[in-house]
C-alpha cells in the first residue's frame, strides 16, 4: 500500500487546523471532513470535498450563476461554511511530491440570511425565499465568488497555469505559483471580511514544488494578482 506524501500529509492538516481554529473563533459555522482518494497505478494522490457532482450548474462557464452556489450548497459538495453562509472547499492533486493541480474556490451566500427564518424554513429555503421576494432589495448581496485554479500542463498565453477568477467565468489573472490553503482562506478572509478580527498566529505556509518547464510562455492578459 501506498503511504501518504508528507506534502499531502502536511495539506490535509492544514485545512482540518485552520477550519477546527477558525471554528473556535466563530468564523467557519459548520465543516465537513476533506476526502482522500489514491491511485496507485499512477501515483496520484488527491485531497477534495466529499459529494463530486456534474453537470451544467456546477460547469465553469456557470461560475458567477447563483444556482452554483446552490448545487454546491445542497449537495454538502463543500469543506466549510463562513458564518455568512458563504461557501469554502478546495482540492489538491499531488504526483509523487510535486503537486500538478488545485482548485480553491470562496462562493459568497447571495444573501444575508435572517438567524431566524434560517432555523424555521432552513437555510436553502430561507435563500430562495428573499431571492424569490421584491421587497427583500436590502438582504441582497452583490459579491463574486473567487476562484483559484493550478494546472501545471495547461500554460498558453490565455491560460496561466495559476490564475484566479472572479466576475467571469473566462477571465484569468495570472497568479504567478500556486498556493496553500492558508494563503488562500487569509488573502478571502482579509479582503472580503475587514470587519472581522481574526487570529493569524499560528497560522504556517506552505510552498509546494511542481515542474517548471513553461517559464518563457507570455500571457496576453499582462494583469498578476499576488496572494
Known amino acids: 500500500m501506498m503511504q501518504m506524501n508528507r506534502n499531502v500529509e502536511n495539506t490535509l492538516s492544514q485545512?482540518?487546523?485552520?477550519?477546527?481554529?477558525?471554528?473556535?473563533?466563530?468564523?467557519?459555522?459548520?465543516?465537513?471532513?476533506?476526502?482522500?482518494?489514491?491511485?496507485?497505478?499512477?501515483?496520484?494522490?488527491?485531497?477534495?470535498?466529499k459529494n463530486h457532482i456534474s453537470?451544467?450548474?456546477?460547469?465553469?462557464?456557470?461560475?458567477?450563476?447563483?444556482?452554483?452556489?446552490?448545487s454546491i450548497l445542497s449537495?454538502?459538495?463543500?469543506?466549510?461554511?463562513l458564518l455568512d453562509y458563504s461557501i469554502i472547499r478546495c482540492s489538491f492533486v499531488f504526483c509523487g511530491s510535486k503537486l500538478i493541480s488545485q482548485n480553491l474556490l470562496w462562493w459568497p451566500c447571495p444573501?444575508?440570511?435572517?438567524?431566524?427564518?434560517?432555523?424555521?424554513?432552513?437555510l436553502i429555503e430561507?435563500?430562495?425565499m428573499l431571492l424569490e421576494d421584491k421587497s427583500a432589495s436590502d438582504y441582497i448581496s452583490m459579491r463574486s465568488p473567487i476562484r483559484m485554479d493550478f494546472d501545471v500542463n495547461n500554460n498558453t498565453p490565455?491560460?496561466?497555469?495559476?490564475?484566479?477568477?472572479?466576475q467571469?467565468?473566462?477571465?484569468?489573472i495570472n497568479c504567478k505559483e500556486p498556493i496553500c490553503f492558508n494563503r488562500f482562506i487569509r488573502h478571502i478572509l482579509e479582503n472580503y471580511y475587514p470587519h472581522l478580527k481574526v487570529?493569524?498566529?499560528?497560522?504556517?505556509?506552505?510552498?509546494?514544488?511542481?515542474?517548471?518547464?513553461?517559464k518563457s510562455v507570455e500571457y496576453k492578459n499582462k494583469t498578476m494578482m499576488i496572494i
Do not use: C
Open 111 to 122: 444573501v444575508k440570511v435572517d438567524t431566524l427564518m434560517e432555523e424555521e424554513f432552513g
Open 158 to 166: 490565455i491560460h496561466p497555469r495559476a490564475h484566479l477568477h472572479m
Open 15 to 49: 485545512i482540518e487546523n485552520t477550519l477546527g481554529e477558525l471554528v473556535s473563533q466563530g468564523i467557519v459555522i459548520f465543516t465537513i471532513p476533506s476526502d482522500y482518494k489514491i491511485d496507485l497505478k499512477n501515483q496520484i494522490e488527491q485531497i477534495t470535498w
Open 126 to 128: 430561507s435563500i430562495k
Open 55 to 70: 453537470g451544467r450548474d456546477v460547469s465553469s462557464k456557470n461560475f458567477t450563476s447563483i444556482n452554483q452556489y446552490f
Open 168 to 172: 467571469h467565468h473566462d477571465s484569468r
Open 75 to 81: 449537495s454538502n459538495a463543500y469543506q466549510a461554511l
Open 199 to 214: 487570529n493569524y498566529n499560528r497560522w504556517l505556509y506552505l510552498q509546494y514544488n511542481y515542474n517548471d518547464k513553461y
